[in-house]
C-alpha cells in the first residue's frame, strides 16, 4: 500500500488568488497523478507528474492554470493559479502501488477547495 | 480517447438483497476494469478488479463480470449492509505501463436497514 499525505485539507479562496496543493506519499514512485472531482461528479485526471520532468496534462487541462512541480521521488504540488468559482473541487493525488502488480491507484484524502 | 459509462446513477435497496452497477467502455484496447468505494467525505477506495483475460472475479459479496466483446463490466454486491452505502466508481484503463483511469459517473448505493 501507499501513504498519501495532502495539505490543506480544505480551504476557502478569494477568486483570482492561487493556491499550492502538498502531496507527500511515504516512499519512492515514479509517477504521481492529480485528479480533480467536482461536487457530486467524478473524477478527472488533471496531469501525470514525472519525477525530473514536465507534468503530461490531460485535455482541458494547462499548465499555466494547473502548475505542477515534482522536486523528488516521494513529493508533488499542484498549483491552481487564478481561481474562479468553477475551480471549487476536491483535488486528489495519486500514486500506483508498488510491488504488488495489481497496477492499484491509492489516493490522498484530498484537498477541499472553495472559491467565494 | 476513452469515455466511461456507469448505470443506475443512484440506487436504493433493502439490508439483504442484491445491488448490481453496469459500466460500458469504449476503447477497445482497455484492459484493466477496477471499482473504487468512495464513501461520503472519504478518499476513494478499491473494492475489486478485473483483467481482460478473466470474465469474472470475486471476492467474499463482491464480484465484477466483464464482456469484451460488449464492452462492458458490472459489479454485484451480494447480502448488501448498510456500511456498503456509499458512492461506486467504475473506471477502464489501457494499463500500458501506468494507470491512466478513466473513471464512470459513479453510482450512490444506499443499502436501508
Known amino acids: 500500500s501507499a501513504v498519501i499525505s495532502q495539505k490543506p485539507s480544505r480551504d476557502i479562496c478569494q477568486r483570482g488568488t492561487s493556491l499550492t496543493i502538498q502531496c507527500q506519499v511515504d516512499?519512492?514512485?515514479?509517477?504521481m497523478f492529480w485528479y480533480r472531482q467536482q461536487p457530486g461528479q467524478s473524477l478527472t485526471l488533471i496531469a501525470t507528474a514525472n519525477q525530473g520532468s514536465e507534468a503530461t496534462y490531460e485535455s482541458g487541462f494547462v499548465i499555466d492554470k494547473f502548475p505542477i512541480s515534482r522536486p523528488n521521488l516521494t513529493f508533488s504540488t499542484l498549483t491552481v493559479s487564478n481561481m474562479s468559482p468553477e475551480d471549487s473541487s476536491i483535488y486528489l493525488c495519486?500514486?500506483?502501488?508498488?510491488?504488488?502488480?495489481?497496477?492499484?491507484?491509492?489516493f490522498g484524502e484530498g484537498s477541499r477547495l472553495t472559491v467565494l | 480517447g476513452e469515455n466511461v459509462e456507469q448505470h443506475p446513477s443512484t440506487l436504493s435497496v433493502q439490508e439483504g438483497d442484491s445491488a448490481v452497477i453496469k459500466c460500458t467502455y469504449s476503447d477497445s484496447a482497455s484492459n484493466y476494469f477496477p471499482w473504487y468505494k468512495q464513501e461520503l467525505g472519504k478518499r476513494p477506495q478499491l473494492i475489486i478488479d478485473i483483467r481482460s483475460n478473466v470474465g469474472e472475479k470475486k471476492d467474499q459479496r463482491i464480484a465484477v463480470t466483464l464482456n469484451k466483446t460488449a464492452k462492458h463490466f458490472s459489479l454485484h454486491i451480494t447480502e448488501t449492509q448498510p456500511e456498503d452505502s456509499a458512492v461506486y466508481f467504475c473506471?477502464?484503463?489501457?494499463?500500458?505501463?501506468?494507470?491512466?483511469?478513466?473513471f464512470g459517473t459513479g453510482t450512490r448505493l444506499l443499502v436501508s436497514p
Open positions: 473506471a477502464a484503463s489501457r494499463n500500458t505501463g501506468f494507470q491512466k483511469l478513466v
Open positions: 516512499s519512492q514512485v515514479t509517477m
Open positions: 495519486s500514486v500506483e502501488g508498488q510491488g504488488r502488480g495489481t497496477g492499484e491507484l491509492f
